[in-house]
Structure formats: structure tokens, C-alpha cells
């Protein structure tokens, strides 16, 4: 009973349980006073009962008369059979008390999905155990040795029984966690399961060790969930450093696909030298972003092309190729995992630096002043200043995407037409922002839920098209930049545009007007041909602003649009690459 009740003390311990309330504790030390009491009474009953009987045997040895009377008798039988079979009673109350108390036990141990076992100096284990390791530890323990259960290698098992026989000295100056330290703290488990060990003492008295409590515990969910965490977190680190070290990271792969290509070009052992010396050198780069995959496939292919074990210059070369395309595959992955933070053409690029937009205008109006030629200035403003058009928009595109998330639609990716001109953003910064508006009309009224298309013979994804050229005027030079803003939607219907006119301008000009006038109403000042408004749009506002972007700086903006079909926002503005 000593040992049990020690094991259920390591066994509260161990699993960390919060001290119940305090009418609770006192329940649970009322119900332990109640068995006391119930032994105390049996003693007391059963000494009574004992006194009782020998002073009806010693009465004639000290010369009183024995009992013969038959209602004596029946008194003390009756007073002896009721008391023992009472004190049978207390003591059958006090077992199932006690059979109730330990099923109880063993209830709420399996039910804690832990292994519980105990075993004492010699490594042989107990019979108390919980079912749990039976799954855990993928067997019974009872009788078994602790070493076969732990499945410690044969070449440790001797390290095992050393640390065993210090850990149950009564005198050794270590404590008992400096010790259970040097034993296992994980079980190999067959299915990859993270079973972690943890050891708990029972002490006879002060600093003499019985026995050892093992709890089995399976954390692989939590091991799988900090796992994740840190992967998330080295990601996070990787896209800080590619940041700050934008042009050191273009380096890096530039490196790596410089070993692609020499990798690529057969050569002996004897002369690989300099190729073996990149591959090493990658191997510190590639760690440094924190490309983790990349970087153990640098180093496997750098262990294998060192092992003794290639004896000549065709092995070394079969593990190279294959070496090559292992980390051809790892740059690619990591490519495109990146490509929408560093930009699809970062190679063609190189190197950048950072310049205030300011200080590029500042200096173009310097060079005016300082009379240099046109034609170079014109150059410094195309390649310099200006940036391509689609990559001022990239931001409309991730847009769309999100909106399309949120709303529960397919979108296929923007497609980019035209010939991509330059433009000073500085000039366009204010119409480009407004287009958040176009992208919010598209997905709320234009593109359709995926079983609205599919039952219009449409692919269930839509697709918006953006297209963008530099056009002349006839007759003139001016140039304007022409924005094209498509998609194949279900289009505008004239019909519910004429409908909401009536509501609020019943004798307006609309009457007069065709069905291609008639839907440029969507560009008016709180005009929507939805009923209420949604979180994306309806309140008549977007498309005005719009609009008002587009005149302030000169130019037209138009809509056309073929029910279910699509609708199409044709844009004009000046365009120009002057200061």
C-alpha cells in the first residue's frame, strides 16, 4: 500500500494538476478521516468483543459462578455474533472503499493518455503500469527489464546499468535530475511518434531511493506544431534578410546557377578543384538566407563527392549530375516562392540601389540647367526615372486576387497585353490608386460565383486583362498612354441601370440615350445598381473617383460592356516622360 500510494503521489506530481478548490480538499480528507474512524471502531469492536468473552471464561477462576443461565448465554452470543458481524460490515465498506478508490486511480491515469511505470535498482519493472504504454511503449513492462522496454542499444547499455547503479547510491553527490539527465529522454518509436521520458523518485526515507517512476508522454502534435512555428519563423527571417541584403541575395544565386552551369561541363576528380571550392563557398551563402533545403542539398552533394567510396572519374560525375539537378530543383523552388517579393525580373535588374524619387527629378531638372543634350536627358528619364507600367500595377493584381479569396471566387492570374511603357510614377501615383475601385467592381459585380459560370459555359475561374500601349492622336504628336482594364464577367445589364435612373431622376437625359450611354451613369456621383451596399462596393462612389483621376490629369476614361460577357474600361491620358 506504501508503494502505491507513492506511485499516485509521483503520478499527481508528474502531470502537473492545478490543487482542486478547497470544499473539494476537504471532502476528499473527510472521506480518508471516515476510513480511518472505520479501523479505529473495528479495533475497538473486536478488543471489546475479545474482553467480553474471556471475562465470561475467567469468572469461576476468580470465584464468581459461571454463566448457566440460557438468557445469559443468548446476551453474550448475540452481543459477540452482532459485533463481529458488524465489524465484517465496517471492514467490507472499508475494501470496497478502497477497490472503488483504486479503480478510480487507475480510471483517471489511462484516462491522462500517459505511461506510468516503476522500476527499482535491478531495471526490473513493476506490475503497476497504465494501459498507455501499451501503446507508447508499444508493449507490457510488468517483469520486464527496463533497458528492453526503453529498447536501449546494445553499445549504451552498460553507460544505462553505470548510471542506474549511481542513481540508487544512497550517498552519491549528484542529485537525482543531474542523473535521469544521462538516461533516455525520448523512446524510439517504429511510426516517428515523439514519445518523450521523464523520470520521478520515490524515496523511502530522506535520500534513500526505492524505486523510479517513468511517465511516457506523446508530444508529437506539439513537436509538429513547433516545428511548423520555427519553419514559419526561418521564412519570415529568410524574406528579412533577402530584403536588407537584396543585392548580396541576387549574388548568392547568381553563384549558384555559375555552378549549374560548370557543373554541367564533365571533369575528373583530379580537376575539380575549382568547382568543388564554389561548391563549399555556396554552402555558407546559401545559409546565410536561411535556405535551409538548399543548403543540405549543397552539403550532401559536397559529403558524397568527398566519399573514398567513388573510385573513378565516371562515378564522380554520375554523382555530380545528380547532384546538379537536386539543387537545380531546390533554387527553382525557391524562386518561385519568392518571385512576388523581389519581382519576376530581379535578375535582369542586378544590383540596386536605393535613391529618394525626389532626388532623380531634382537631378533630371539639374541636367536642363546645365544644358546638356535632350537625347541624353530623355534617356536618364526612360531608363532611370520611369519604371514599366505593369509594375506600378502589381499591386492592383494582388488585389484582385485577395478580393476574389474573400468572396469565395476563382480568378485565374492577370493576364498583361501591350507593350508595358514606362511611366513617371509621380505623375500617375493618384489615378493608380484609385484603380483599388475598378478591381472592388470587378469581383463584387463582374466575376461570377464559379456555379454561375460553369452554368453559362464559362470556365469556372475568370479572367481579368489589363493592356497597355502608347498611342498618337491622329493628326497630332501628342502621345497618350492607353490603359485597358478587361474582364469576362457577367457584364453590365442597360436595363438595371435604367431602372435605378428612373428611381432617382425619373425625366432625366438617360430617356434619350443608347444602352452604351447609358451605362457610363456608372461613373456618377452615388450611383450603384446594387440594392445595399457591401463591404467591396455599392455606395456609388468608387467608380466617380475614378473618374474624377483621370480628368485631373487631362484625360478620358470609358466603359463597354456585352452582357454576360464581360465588361471593359478603356483609360487615356497625356503621357509624356518630361519633368
Request: aromatic share 4%.
Given at each position: 500500500m506504501s508503494e502505491m500510494s507513492d506511485l499516485s503521489t509521483i503520478i499527481v506530481e508528474a502531470t502537473a494538476q492545478p490543487k482542486p478548490p478547497v470544499g473539494r480538499r476537504r471532502s476528499v480528507l473527510n472521506a480518508a478521516a471516515r476510513q480511518v474512524d472505520v479501523l479505529h471502531t473495528s479495533l475497538m469492536g473486536m478488543t471489546a468483543i475479545v474482553i467480553v468473552l474471556m471475562l465470561a471464561v475467567a469468572l469461576p477462576v476468580f470465584g464468581y459462578a459461571p454463566v448457566t443461565g440460557k438468557g445469559s448465554f443468548y446476551i453474550i452470543a448475540a452481543t459477540t455474533f452482532g459485533g463481529i458481524a458488524y465489524l465484517y460490515y465496517l471492514n467490507y465498506t472499508v475494501y470496497k472503499l478502497v477497490s472503488d478508490h483504486d479503480r478510480l486511480n487507475e480510471v483517471l491515469v489511462n484516462s491522462l493518455g500517459q505511461g506510468f511505470l516503476s522500476f527499482g535498482p535491478d531495471g526490473v519493472c513493476d506490475d503497476v503500469y497504465s494501459q498507455a504504454c501499451l501503446d507508447l511503449l508499444e508493449e507490457a513492462p510488468s517483469g520486464k527489464n527496463i533497458m528492453d522496454v526503453l529498447r536501449v542499444p546494445e553499445e549504451g547499455r552498460q553507460d544505462f546499468r553505470d548510471w542506474l547503479d549511481v542513481l540508487f547510491m544512497p550517498d552519491h553527490a549528484l542529485g537525482f535530475q543531474d542523473v535521469v539527465n544521462f538516461l533516455p529522454q525520448f523512446f524510439p518509436h517504429p511510426e516517428k511518434r515523439r514519445v518523450t521520458l521523464v523520470y520521478r523518485p520515490i524515496y523511502s526515507r530522506p535520500r534513500v531511493l526505492e524505486r523510479v517512476v517513468l511517465i511516457a508522454t506523446d508530444e508529437t502534435e506539439e513537436h509538429e506544431a513547433q516545428q511548423l512555428a520555427k519553419q514559419r519563423q526561418d521564412f519570415a527571417d529568410m524574406i528579412c534578410r533577402i530584403f536588407r541584403e537584396r543585392n548580396q541575395f541576387l549574388a548568392t544565386i547568381t553563384h549558384v546557377r555559375t555552378f549549374?552551369?560548370?557543373?554541367?561541363?564533365?571533369?575528373?576528380?583530379?580537376?575539380?578543384?575549382?568547382?568543388?571550392?564554389?561548391?563549399?563557398?555556396?554552402?555558407?551563402?546559401?545559409?546565410?538566407f536561411h535556405l535551409k533545403d538548399l543548403a543540405e542539398t549543397v552539403h550532401t552533394l559536397e559529403s558524397?563527392?568527398?566519399?573514398?567510396?567513388?573510385?573513378?572519374?565516371?562515378?564522380?560525375?554520375?554523382?555530380?549530375?545528380?547532384?546538379?539537378?537536386?539543387i537545380g530543383k531546390e533554387l527553382s523552388d525557391v524562386l518561385e516562392n519568392i518571385k512576388d517579393l523581389i519581382g519576376q525580373d530581379y535578375e535582369r535588374r542586378g544590383n540596386t540601389h536605393e535613391i529618394e524619387e525626389s532626388a532623380l527629378y531634382s537631378f533630371a531638372l539639374v541636367m536642363g540647367v546645365a544644358g546638356?543634350?535632350?537625347?541624353?536627358?530623355?534617356?536618364?528619364m526612360r531608363f532611370i526615372v520611369a519604371r514599366p507600367i505593369e509594375d506600378c500595377i502589381r499591386q492592383f493584381e494582388r488585389e484582385l486576387v485577395d478580393l476574389a479569396e474573400i468572396t469565395g471566387k476563382q480568378l485565374k492570374p492577370v493576364r498583361f497585353c501591350g507593350s508595358n511603357p514606362p511611366i513617371l510614377t509621380r505623375n500617375f501615383q493618384a489615378l493608380l490608386f484609385s484603380l483599388t475601385h475598378i478591381s472592388r467592381n470587378i469581383i463584387d459585380h463582374g466575376i461570377e460565383p464559379a456555379v454561375t459560370r460553369l452554368a453559362r459555359n464559362k470556365d469556372p475561374a475568370g479572367l481579368v486583362t489589363v493592356t497597355t500601349d502608347v498611342v498618337t492622336s491622329e493628326g497630332s504628336?501628342?502621345?497618350?498612354?492607353?490603359?485597358?482594364?478587361?474582364?469576362?464577367?457577367?457584364?453590365?445589364?442597360?436595363a438595371r441601370v435604367r431602372a435605378k435612373l428612373s428611381a432617382v431622376s425619373p425625366n432625366g437625359a438617360w430617356r434619350e440615350q443608347d444602352d452604351h450611354a447609358v451605362i457610363q451613369?456608372?461613373?456618377?456621383f452615388g450611383?450603384?445598381?446594387?440594392?445595399?451596399?457591401?463591404?467591396?462596393?455599392?455606395?456609388?462612389?468608387?467608380?466617380?473617383v475614378v473618374e474624377r483621376e483621370v480628368k485631373a490629369l487631362g484625360g478620358t476614361i470609358e466603359v463597354f460592356s456585352e452582357l454576360y460577357r464581360g465588361t471593359r474600361f478603356e483609360i487615356r491620358v497625356p503621357y509624356s516622360l518630361e519633368v
Open positions: 549549374l552551369e560548370q557543373a554541367a561541363i564533365p571533369v575528373s576528380r583530379e580537376e575539380s578543384t575549382s568547382i568543388m571550392r564554389l561548391l563549399h563557398t555556396l554552402k555558407a551563402a546559401v545559409k546565410h558524397e563527392l568527398r566519399s573514398e567510396a567513388i573510385t573513378s572519374d565516371e562515378q564522380f560525375m554520375q554523382v555530380m549530375e545528380a547532384g546538379r539537378r537536386c546638356v543634350k535632350s537625347d541624353v536627358i530623355d534617356h536618364y504628336d501628342k502621345k497618350w498612354l492607353a490603359l485597358s482594364i478587361a474582364d469576362d464577367g457577367c457584364g453590365i445589364d442597360p451613369n456608372v461613373f456618377s450611383f450603384s445598381t446594387r440594392d445595399c451596399a457591401t463591404e467591396l462596393s455599392g455606395r456609388g462612389v468608387g467608380m466617380e
